[in-house]
Each structure stands twice: as structure tokens, then as C-alpha cells.
């Protein structure tokens, strides 16, 4: 399955713009390193209600959502957030 959406799930705070621009690194090493194009929609929702049915609390935050599923909650390590984008890119 391609990547189709990325969501970050965060009231806004000093962490929300470095992720953002993290995610949008780590796609172009991805597109650079496997000589493609990532077509991605990017979303910042920054209300954290509704969070429950993702089986997250609030407090959690913030909450990555790639294709619809939780990834990474509280800290988002940027190898890791490589590793797991790379993996559903190639379908691994």
C-alpha cells in the first residue's frame, strides 16, 4: 500500500512545526534514495478530541496517522519515522 495521508494529531506546539518539517524531510530522502514521487496529503489536526478512538489519550500527544493508522505516539524518533515510511513505501 503507497503512502496516501500522514496526520499529526497535536494542539499546536513547539513540537508540531519541526515534525511537520521532519515528515516532509524524511519523504524526500525517500523519493531522492528510490527515484521516485511520493503523492502524499499531509494534515495537521490540531483539536484532540475524538483521539479515544485511535485508543490514545490526549495527553499522548502528538499522534502520528499514516494511511488512517496510529504510528507513533508522544515521540517520533526520526529513524524510526524513516524506517516505517520506507516499509510501506517498498511494501515491507
Given at each position: ?42 494534515k495537521h489536526t490540531k483539536s484532540l478530541e475524538n483521539v479515544d ?40
Amino acid at each position: 500500500m503507497p503512502i496516501n495521508t500522514i496526520e499529526v494529531i497535536c494542539r499546536p506546539c513547539l513540537k508540531c512545526l519541526p515534525l511537520e518539517q521532519m515528515v516532509h524531510a524524511v519523504i524526500k530522502s525517500i523519493e531522492l534514495e528510490h527515484r521516485t514521487t511520493i503523492t502524499y496529503i499531509f494534515k495537521h489536526t490540531k483539536s484532540l478530541e475524538n483521539v479515544d478512538k485511535y485508543s490514545v489519550y490526549a495527553s499522548q500527544a502528538p499522534i502520528v496517522l499514516i494511511n488512517g493508522d496510529v504510528e507513533f505516539v508522544n515521540k517520533v524518533p526520526n529513524e524510526a519515522l524513516r524506517r516505517r515510511l520506507n516499509a510501506i513505501h517498498t511494501g515491507y
